[in-house]
């Protein structure tokens, strides 16, 4: 065995012995890991100018809030999240909820800037002079859990189970019901020694797509709070990811995990009854998992950028054409107003719309379809033969 196939026995003071290991057939990932990277450094190869950026920094925001919110119970829309972050204020709890994670997302970028400035320099394989540390957990646990309503659950303090009573993670149709370490002592002594796994020699070695699973993995087995475990473990995940240069997919992988939810939870059991089953490579499906999505996440963010950079030159276009006169304000206006519906709209829907009748209010019939005509003839829009508008993006 090599230094990185050794398991990291832990004997704790009430829970028995706790497990940390890679446990991944390296050689069954190594092509979908390449895949992975392979996205990546597509993906990192766009050039991305500040006004794209910034769309697409708030969409994955907005989708990442809402994705890992609703995993752990948030009930509010993707629209209603979006509402709620761009005005910045949370009148009730559910709002909260999701200010909560914006926070903890940007806490999180502070650490990632603090992990790359602390280890510039550092030779591969020599451990991380900065990585997860144990205040980034109760400090981003503080922040998610801030002002929310629960029995048991303090703000950035781990649980202390009492004599009798249990904690219970997960359920029957998801693989079956886990029950974490229980005291704190067992805790306190478990994640003091997940962090210096994770930020080990032997780990540093791993690629970060493989550490931050196995960080979000066990951070999940340990189980450390009484409620936000899993907006936490998600989110120092996806400091190990950003720590290693990756850039809006650590958060996109949220909404990942919430479009995939019951493999999401199968995988964690399917892991850990492995690994009680003395299964060689237990991790091994959970890693696969992480990496079919991460893979899943950067394709779609390659498109988006695509498409952003799309629309951007199809808004420099109509501006100019109003510019020059080209089209007139009112045919400016149909396009502005359909470009953030999407790029194909019915006829009908068209017609339906208030702003729609209130242009042509004074104007004719013939000057509606000759408003529609122009914008066909100057290359911005198709009308179909089943009446349907076609924004000519390219």
Same mark, same amino acid.
């Given at each position: 065995?090599?230094?990185?196939?050794?398991?990291?026995?832990?004997?704790?003071?009430?829970?028995?012995? $706790?497990?940390?290991?890679?446990?991944?057939?390296?050689?069954?990932?190594?092509?979908?890991?390449?895949?992975?990277?392979?996205?990546?450094? =597509? $993906?990192?190869?766009?050039?991305?100018?500040?006004?794209?950026?910034?769309?697409?920094?708030?969409?994955?925001?907005?989708?990442?809030?809402?994705?890992?919110?609703?995993?752990?119970?948030?009930?509010?829309?993707?629209?209603?999240? /979006?509402?709620?972050?761009?005005?910045?204020?949370?009148?009730?709890?559910?709002?909260? =909820?999701?200010?909560?994670?914006?926070?903890?997302?940007?806490?999180?970028?502070?650490?990632?800037?603090?992990?790359?400035?602390?280890?510039?320099?550092?030779?591969?394989?020599?451990?991380?002079?900065?990585?997860?540390?144990?205040?980034?957990?109760?400090?981003?646990?503080?922040?998610?859990?801030?002002?929310?309503?629960?029995?048991?659950? +303090?703000?950035?303090?781990?649980?202390?189970?009492?004599?009798?009573?249990?904690?219970?993670?997960?359920? /029957?149709?998801?693989?079956?019901?886990?029950?974490?370490?229980?005291?704190?002592?067992?805790?306190?002594?478990? +994640?003091?020694?997940?962090?210096?796994?994770?930020?080990?020699?032997?780990?540093?070695?791993?690629?970060?797509?493989?550490?931050?699973?196995?960080?979000?993995?066990?951070?999940?087995?340990?189980?450390?709070?009484?409620?936000?475990?899993?907006?936490?473990?998600?989110?120092?995940?996806?400091?190990?990811?950003?720590?290693?240069?990756?850039?809006?997919?650590?958060?996109?992988?949220?909404?990942?995990?919430?479009?995939?939810?019951?493999?999401? $939870?199968?995988? $964690?059991?399917?892991?850990?009854?492995?690994?009680?089953?003395?299964?060689?490579?237990?991790?091994?499906?959970?890693?696969?998992?992480?990496?079919?999505?991460?893979?899943?996440?950067?394709?779609?963010?390659?498109?988006?950028?695509?498409?952003?950079?799309?629309?951007?030159?199809?808004?420099?276009?109509?501006?100019?054409?109003?510019?020059?006169?080209?089209?007139?304000?009112?045919?400016?206006?149909? +396009?502005?107003?359909?470009?953030?519906?999407?790029?194909?709209?019915?006829?009908?829907?068209?017609?339906?719309?208030?702003?729609?009748?209130?242009?042509?209010?004074?104007?004719?019939?013939?000057?509606?379809?000759?408003?529609?005509?122009?914008?066909?003839?100057?290359?911005?829009?198709?009308?179909?033969?089943?009446?349907?508008?076609?924004?000519?993006?390219?």
């Amino acid at each position: 065995m090599t230094d990185i196939e050794n398991a990291k026995k832990v004997e704790t003071y009430r829970s028995g012995i $706790f497990t940390f290991q890679v446990g991944v057939d390296l050689q069954k990932i190594e092509p979908l890991l390449q895949r992975v990277e392979d996205a990546h450094a =597509r $993906f990192a190869s766009v050039p991305i100018l500040p006004d794209i950026a910034t769309r697409l920094e708030r969409e994955v925001v907005v989708s990442s809030v809402f994705g890992t919110n609703t995993i752990e119970g948030g009930t509010l829309t993707e629209e209603e999240t /979006a509402a709620v972050i761009d005005a910045e204020i949370a009148n009730e709890e559910k709002e909260k =909820r999701v200010l909560n994670i914006r926070k903890a997302y940007l806490k999180a970028g502070s650490f990632a800037d603090i992990c790359i400035e602390g280890n510039k320099g550092t030779p591969k394989g020599e451990g991380l002079v900065v990585g997860l540390q144990a205040r980034m957990i109760t400090d981003l646990h503080s922040i998610i859990t801030n002002e929310l309503t629960h029995p048991q659950n +303090i703000p950035g303090q781990y649980r202390d189970n009492q004599k009798g009573q249990l904690t219970k993670v997960g359920d /029957a149709e998801h693989g079956g019901i886990y029950t974490p370490p229980k005291c704190r002592d067992d805790i306190d002594l478990l +994640i003091k020694q997940y962090l210096e796994w994770i930020n080990s020699p032997e780990l540093s070695q791993l690629s970060p797509l493989i550490r931050a699973s196995l960080a979000h993995y066990y951070f999940e087995r340990i189980h450390p709070f009484w409620d936000g475990n899993g907006r936490v473990g998600r989110v120092l995940e996806a400091v190990v990811l950003k720590c290693a240069g990756y850039k809006y997919a650590p958060f996109a992988l949220s909404r990942y995990y919430l479009e995939h939810i019951d493999e999401y $939870f199968a995988v $964690f059991n399917l892991a850990r009854k492995a690994e009680e089953s003395k299964e060689e490579n237990p991790n091994t499906v959970f890693i696969e998992f992480f990496l079919k999505g991460m893979l899943n996440v950067l394709n779609l963010l390659h498109d988006r950028v695509n498409r952003i950079i799309a629309m951007l030159l199809y808004e420099t276009t109509l501006n100019d054409k109003l510019q020059r006169k080209d089209i007139n304000i009112r045919q400016y206006t149909i +396009i502005n107003n359909l470009l953030p519906h999407g790029v194909e709209h019915q006829v009908n829907y068209l017609q339906s719309q208030a702003w729609y009748s209130g242009l042509y209010q004074k104007l004719t019939p013939k000057t509606r379809a000759r408003d529609l005509k122009g914008l066909a003839e100057e290359g911005l829009i198709y009308i179909t033969e089943d009446k349907k508008v076609k924004l000519l993006v390219p």
